[in-house]
T-cell receptor, first 113, second 114 residues
Framework: DAKTTQPNSMESNEEEPVHLPCNHS???????IHWYRQLPSQGPEYVIH???SNVNNRMASLAIAEDRKSSTLILHRATLRDAAVYYC??????????????FGKGTTLSVSS | NAGVTQTPKFRVLKTGQSMTLLCAQD?????MYWYRQDPGMGLRLIHY???????AKGEVPDGYNVSRLKKQNFLLGLESAAPSQTSVYFC?????????????FGDGTRLSIL
């Protein structure tokens, strides 16, 4: 799976939107972009994933650049519960299923009230 | 929904002792995984299973054994615990249709080896 680059940390205020960037300049055509987050003392939690088009679900939105070399996870209204480490992970659809998720250091999001 | 449940949540062992960590999922998933997470590091895959009765090695399998006798359960065993195995262990599961499918994680087992 190709590598991703994320800022080490970001800060936000409660009820404000948060844009978490991810660069993946070596992405291949069969790579899906996945986002997970890990709250303190919990296991990682799936957030969203996409291939080319922007995606929305109840947790967040994923905006994918036209050249797919970068993406942005959007939390529309941050809450204190959104304070976590956010991981951007590429998953090659052509790989055999059962391969590990490759977690980098991610972005630590702090949310202030 | 319970999702993925790990037992126990905490455990302290002495060097050389053995134990088994249990992972249970109620989502009828084919694939199950065991990861370990050490301070300041990402998760590393220990073993995984693509279905009942099958297991395979991941990135860091040494010192661990696994079994998948029932589809819903995936057991991780430490035959002779070592201090280097002090870690947080996470179990995950996913459907087996595509490598693209999300993995669902448990809340972890915090294991200390003295």
């Amino acid at each position: 799976d190709a590598k991703t680059t994320q800022p080490n940390s970001m800060e936000s205020n409660e009820e404000e939107p948060v844009h978490l960037p991810c660069n993946h300049s070596t992405i291949s055509g069969t790579d899906y972009i996945h986002w997970y987050r890990q709250l303190p003392s919990q296991g990682p939690e799936y957030v969203i994933h996409g291939l080319t088009s922007n995606v929305n679900n109840r947790m967040a939105s994923l905006a994918i650049a036209e050249d797919r070399k970068s993406s942005t996870l959007i939390l529309h209204r941050a809450t204190l519960r959104d304070a976590a480490v956010y991981y951007c992970i590429l998953r090659d659809l052509s790989n055999q299923a059962g391969t590990a998720l490759i977690f980098g250091k991610g972005t630590t999001l702090s949310v202030s009230s | 929904n319970a999702g993925v449940t790990q037992t126990p949540k905490f455990r302290v062992l002495k060097t050389g002792q053995s134990m088994t960590l249990l992972c249970a999922q109620d989502m009828n998933h084919e694939y199950m995984y065991w990861y370990r997470q050490d301070p300041g590091m990402g998760l590393r895959l220990i073993h995984y299973s693509v279905g009942e009765g099958t297991t395979a090695k991941g990135e860091v399998p040494d010192g661990y054994n696994v079994s998948r006798l029932k589809k819903q359960n995936f057991l991780l065993g430490l035959e002779s615990a070592a201090p280097s195995q002090t870690s947080v262990y996470f179990c995950a599961s996913s459907t087996g249709q595509q490598n693209n499918q999300p993995q669902h994680f448990g809340d972890g087992t915090r294991l200390s080896i003295l």
